[in-house]
């Protein structure tokens, strides 16, 4: 794990086609896709659109020794006055250390900045339920399986 006392973490839009970009796809891949059995090709022809219709965000850390993707999330408007949190990831080495927060608080940002969402809500893996209800989300309905893990619908009001 890192010390933070000597890290920086800057989140920014990130946008197709960039290295940025292709970067954020290699954290996704690599940290909810592949355990899952899965590429990003794969997620894209389930998720027509998701690259060009979502806005897409990255955490990037700042060190002495290393300049990088450390998480990252997408959101989309999928419904009129909802906004839907998508493939929301952080590397394993930098987990616990409020990159979640800090990529989620830019999302709701984000979100109230456009005026078109009164509501954020996801798809959150079973274990990592906890984390978005201590950042003031909620569960909604029951545990489904989706991609062969439990998760929980849950939903932000803004």
């Not at 592949?34 to 027509?48: K, L, N, V």
């Not at 990159?99 to 900045?113: H, N, P, S, Y």
């Not at 078109?116 to 274990?127: N, T």
Request: include cysteine; glycine fraction near 10%.
């Amino acid at each position: 794990m890192a010390n933070m006392s000597s890290i920086s973490i800057d989140v920014e839009q990130v946008y197709p086609g960039t290295e940025l970009f292709r970067c954020v796809e290699r954290t996704r891949e690599e940290f909810l896709l592949i355990p899952t059995g899965r590429t990003i090709a794969d997620y894209e022809s389930t998720h027509p659109g998701f690259t060009k219709g979502a806005m897409h965000f990255a955490a990037l850390l700042e060190s002495p020794n290393t300049k990088g993707v450390v998480g990252c999330v997408s959101v989309m408007i999928e419904e009129p006055g909802i906004g839907r949190v998508l493939q929301m990831a952080t590397h394993d080495d930098f987990r616990g250390m409020g990159i979640g927060k800090q990529l989620l608080d830019t999302v709701e940002d984000w979100a109230r900045g456009i005026g078109a969402c009164d509501a954020l809500m996801c798809h959150a893996r079973d274990e990592a339920a906890g984390f978005y209800k201590r950042c003031g989300w909620r569960k909604e309905g029951h545990l489904f399986e989706e991609a062969g893990i439990p998760h929980w619908r849950m939903r932000k009001s803004l």
